[in-house]
């Protein structure tokens, strides 16, 4: 009989905990509502905080996140959508939370954060995304286009590891997206292409990447013939890949490069932005 008590007692009080904490969610619930009846934004982050703290949700958390950044108060939004993140019920969600705070590290002049942010939430979110993450994501890829990224950014996006959906059903390897120049319809470096280079090999070559292999992959704006384009993307692939070599022999045996022409276009507009955010090498982490 004895050995009946315990677990008849720990089913009382999982039962009792589970009641409290579905009032919590209804009380929680009451307050989300409350803030989004109410018309001064003062008053409907003190609901939101009111609903957060009795049942931690996505929704309440997201629109805190979205009251906090109209308010100014760019620390407070950024930990509303990280915690919206950490509740977010479906990957969709997860990627709107990390966009936002994306949003925010472009507005502070956080380049790299944002862009990192910014293509993680891109590839998370079912397609197609929301208008406001694909015009943020674009932005940032403008911006970081027209300079020339630094290697302690570059190992940045190497660094991150794997980064997995909340459900798990979701993996993205670590990659960048370089702007490599070239002089004008030729796989030869250019002045900034080659400063590039070197930032990319200054990455490449630290000591925590020892073991660390990498994928080189040239693509091309839609201008020019199918064939044209593939043959000049795996031209400036194996020129990344020689300068590197050249430049850098630790990373020799460590680099393979191949191109895919125009067949993975970020944009397909017509306009020179868009040829510009095409023309790049993407360099993955392939085994580490």
Not at 149 to 157: L, S, V
Request: proline fraction near 4%; charge should be positive.
């Amino acid at each position: 009989m004895k050995r009946l008590v315990f677990p008849v007692v720990l089913t009382i009080v999982a039962l009792w905990w589970g009641l409290l904490s579905a009032m919590d969610c209804r009380r929680g619930a009451d307050y989300y509502q409350r803030a989004k009846s109410v018309g001064d934004p003062l008053q409907s982050i003190e609901w939101l905080q009111r609903s957060t703290l009795a049942c931690p949700n996505f929704n309440a958390w997201y629109m805190l996140g979205r009251l906090y950044h109209k308010q100014d108060q760019l620390d407070q939004a950024v930990y509303a959508f990280s915690q919206a993140r950490s509740v977010a019920g479906s990957i969709q969600f997860e990627a709107l939370a990390l966009g936002r705070q994306g949003e925010i590290l472009l507005e502070t002049g956080q380049l790299p954060q944002a862009l990192r942010v910014l293509e993680l939430a891109c590839q998370f979110h079912p397609v197609p995304p929301p208008d406001w993450l694909e015009a943020a994501l674009k932005n940032a890829r403008t911006k970081s286009f027209r300079t020339v990224m630094a290697a302690a950014d570059i190992a940045a996006f190497l660094d991150a590891g794997l980064s997995t959906s909340k459900d798990g059903r979701f993996t993205v390897r670590p990659t960048v997206n370089l702007p490599v120049h070239f002089d004008f319809n030729q796989s030869i470096l250019n002045a900034t292409g080659s400063r590039q280079v070197n930032e990319l090999g200054r990455a490449l070559s630290r000591t925590k990447l020892q073991q660390a292999s990498f994928m080189l992959v040239g693509h091309t704006d839609k201008r020019g013939s199918r064939t044209y384009n593939q043959i000049l993307s795996e031209e400036r692939a194996n020129t990344v890949k020689t300068e590197l070599e050249r430049r850098f022999p630790a990373l020799i045996g460590k680099l393979t490069a191949t191109g895919r022409g125009e067949t993975q276009l970020l944009y397909d507009g017509d306009d020179e932005t868009d040829h510009m955010l095409n023309r790049r090498v993407k360099i993955t982490l392939i085994s580490h």
